[in-house]
């Protein structure tokens, strides 16, 4: 009799506290329509990619030696240097050089090793196609300098989370000209020479 | 003394149609149509609306937009999905049973809307009174399953038949508590009709709610609604991590539509009836004879009536908006049951608390009649 | 109106008699079990409509309840937990089988149908109840027909018991690998791992 009194008591407070539980849960939820939306609406806007944003791998054809660092130091040897020995020059002469983007992984190995800087990283990220082949790019294709976001008349440019002032979740309701939260490398430079500028003067 | 003048639909509109010169007969039959395209149109719109709601609420709650583009604020997203279900291909798998596949959604749609005919949304605004009221939902929700067991089977489908069986069992398990729940009310109105039931729960507005009267057997029907509608901390009759879509796995177009549209007008259908018995239907939180009195109006002439008739279904659509809003909320914030855990609720915890509500209620009945209903 | 609404009503008469005839014979003639136990849903709700022509809604919703909604629903369960879709082979002297079976059914109409011509029905029947009907079904349960209801209660006990007897094998079975009573609580029990040690002889 006991037993079964203390085992609905049990039951009733476990119930209890299941029900507090939902209630905390249903308080979050509601917390949470609060808080705006901070929606890029992508074609229409975009957020300006980072200054070290690894896209698309830019190519200068003409810097190019043909020296192949590139495929050595690519996870899966990826890029293809087309070159001939002129055998009346004795010096190699580079015909065509093609990255696959379908199957590149954008670590960026080559564009830090090239000995002559002929590869770079773009911010460039819009790389669907209909068909895979078409991401092979050669070296014409990789020559193409992407157009940029804060160019592009019929783009929105908006700034990221990191590059915001402080305080602010939405881009949208900042004013361009407003800096970004942390002080800028020349700032910092500007900040350290100055403390030091007295003492020195 | 002349009859008080009341909002009778049915009355006014034959009046209406006699005056211009035909026969009551003729009257009669141009009426019959037309409750049935209203409960059609009224829980279609009922629909579109929750839908809407429902993609924008669930944006609110992770901080999306949600349909923008399709009309101002994308309210004609709902519209815009039901279009492209319309003209999309009538798939029927090669292997499935034609007859019964096509059937199935049927009978899981045509109880739902058979079911508004018993929703009031005033004294007189409701499609037909009839007495057995509340039963009669009971009865058709109760066809449901059929439907479920049907379309899972003849989808020839492993997914689809084990989502249609874990429907049919939730849909049995729950109806039980929900039943419960409905007659300790219906035992506070000795009666069965939702007009009776709603003007028992009149008199002192808001404090006079059943809500009050029953609290746990408000808060398990509300939870037996939501099971009944496979909301989603129940929904897994179409759990996908599971069973891909349950029993709506091998279906496309229209067909898929009716599944959808027929779980949508029974969540919009449990709200509505939460409303009505518990939630005091088209009153209003204050007494309108004393807010028509306040005011120095006489609650019997046309306009006061007229215009307490418009307040009684805004409050009905209101209070039920307010419960899909719940769900809602509900459906992102609670994790989805396992079917053991669903079962072992349902019977060992719905059920028993259920039945001691109804002897509860009994007792305070006797004991209390005026509180309870003599 | 009454010739439409007489018309209306015989129509619907008709249209429901047939499907209550139609579809019992279907119910017992049809190969597919499964059809079948549709059809048997689709014959309740005929004899419910009828119960509505005969204004006697509540028994209507009570037959839609009980019958469509509880009985039909679990001969589909059953059906569908053991549905295997073996080709049944006939028996041997199906044919006698069958002309026996149907003579008993022929026999057993031919004696209702002297039943329903025989017995003198009192036309016009009693007048519906309609909504009073709920409240003198209760009254006959408690007063006059107390017994066969509590009955019908204590015969529906029992049913449930033995089910749950049968359903809880755990009451007579031990599990085959471990010797130990089996449970049928899948989730909550202290389960042995699967793979027994057999160091120890």
């Known amino acids: 009799m006991f037993g079964f009194l203390r085992q609905v008591g049990d039951y009733t407070r476990d119930a209890v506290s299941a029900s507090r539980h939902i209630a905390a849960g249903l308080s979050v939820t509601f917390d949470h329509l609060r808080r705006r939306p901070v929606t890029v609406q992508y074609p229409y806007e975009k957020l300006i990619p980072s200054e070290r944003y690894r896209g698309r791998i830019h190519y200068e054809f003409d810097k190019c030696i043909a020296c192949e660092v590139c495929v050595r130091v690519c996870p899966i040897n990826l890029p293809v240097v087309d070159w001939v020995m002129n055998k009346a020059t004795k010096k190699k002469e580079l015909r065509n050089y093609s990255i696959d983007f379908g199957v590149c992984i954008f670590c960026g190995n080559c564009v830090e090793y090239c000995p002559t800087n002929c590869l770079s990283m773009t911010e460039e990220y819009e790389l669907a196609a209909f068909d895979r082949h078409s991401l092979n790019y050669d070296n014409v294709a990789l020559g193409r300098l992407p157009t940029s976001v804060t160019t592009d008349p019929s783009v929105i440019a908006l700034r990221e989370l990191a590059y915001l002032p402080k305080g602010e979740l939405d881009p949208h309701t900042v004013a361009a000209d407003r800096p970004r939260a942390g002080q800028r490398p020349d700032q910092i430079i500007a900040a350290e020479a100055a403390p030091s500028s007295p003492e020195n003067s | 003394m002349p009859p008080s003048f009341t909002v009778d639909l ?274 209003f939180p204050l007494p309108v004879e004393w807010l028509a009195s306040l005011l120095g109006q006489n609650i019997d002439a046309p306009l006061v009536q007229v215009v307490s008739a418009t307040l009684g279904i805004v409050m009905t659509v209101l209070k039920a908006y307010l419960l899909v809003f719940t769900a809602i909320l509900l459906r992102w914030t609670v994790p989805r049951v396992r079917i053991d855990q669903l079962l072992d609720f349902g019977w060992k915890f719905l059920l028993p608390i259920a039945l001691v509500n109804l002897l509860a209620t009994a007792a305070l009945k006797l004991a209390f009649p005026a509180v309870f209903g003599g | 109106m009454p010739p439409l609404a007489d018309l209306t009503e015989l129509i619907v008469f008709v249209l429901l008699a047939a499907g209550v005839v139609v579809g019992s014979l279907g119910v017992v003639l049809l190969p597919n079990v499964v059809y079948s136990a549709f059809l048997l849903g689709g014959v309740f709700l005929s004899v419910a409509g009828l119960y509505l022509l005969l204004n006697a809604s509540f028994i209507a919703a009570a037959q839609v309840l009980i019958y469509v909604g509880a009985v039909n629903v679990l001969i589909l369960f059953a059906i569908m937990l053991v549905n295997k879709r073996e080709p049944m082979a006939d028996a041997p002297g199906l044919g006698l089988r069958r002309l026996l079976s149907s003579g008993v059914c022929a026999g057993l109409l031919w004696l209702l149908l002297r039943v329903a011509y025989t017995t003198p029905w009192a036309t016009p029947g009693p007048t519906p109840l309609g909504e009073d009907a709920v409240v003198r079904l209760g009254e006959h349960f408690f007063t006059d027909y107390l017994l066969p209801f509590e009955l019908a209660s204590v015969l529906l006990l029992m049913a449930m018991i033995g089910a749950i007897v049968l359903a809880r094998r755990d009451v007579f079975a031990s599990d085959i690998g471990t010797g130990e009573a089996a449970d049928q609580g899948l989730i909550e029990k202290a389960r042995s791992p699967l793979l027994i040690e057999k160091t120890r002889p």
């Open chain 2, 10 to 283: 049915e009355a006014g509109f034959r009046g209406l149609i006699e005056a211009a010169g035909l026969s009551p007969a003729a009257s009669r039959l141009i009426w019959l149509p037309l409750p049935m395209l209203l409960v059609l149109v009224a829980a279609v719109v009922g629909v579109l609306v929750t839908v809407w709601l429902e993609r924008k609420i669930s944006a609110a709650a992770q901080q999306r937009i949600g349909p923008e583009y399709a009309g101002a604020l994308g309210i004609l997203q709902p519209m815009a999905d039901g279009l492209k279900l319309l003209v999309k291909e009538d798939v029927i798998p090669a292997r499935a049973d034609g007859l019964l596949f096509t059937l199935g959604p049927v009978l899981v749609v045509v109880p739902v809307i058979l079911s508004w005919l018993i929703v009031p949304f005033g004294q007189h605004l409701l499609i037909s009174n009839v007495g057995i009221g509340i039963f009669l939902w009971i009865a058709l929700s109760s066809v449901q399953p059929i439907g479920l067991l049907m379309s899972g089977y003849a989808s020839n489908n492993k997914y689809s038949l084990l989502g249609g069986l874990r429907a049919a069992a939730q849909s049995i398990s729950y109806e039980i508590p929900l039943a419960l729940a409905v007659l300790a009310v219906v035992m506070m109105s000795n009666s069965l009709s939702t007009v009776d039931i709603v003007d028992q729960q009149s008199g002192a507005g808001i404090l006079s709610w059943n809500i009050w009267r029953q609290p746990v057997g408000f808060l398990v029907f509300w939870i037996c609604a939501l099971a009944e509608c496979e909301r989603l901390p129940f929904d897994l009759p179409e759990a996908e991590e599971e069973l891909v879509a349950g029993y709506q796995t091998e279906y496309a177009g229209m067909k898929f539509a009716l599944f959808y549209l027929g779980s949508y007008i029974n969540l919009v259908l449990s709200a509505l009836l939460v409303t009505v018995l518990y939630l005091g239907g088209w009153g």
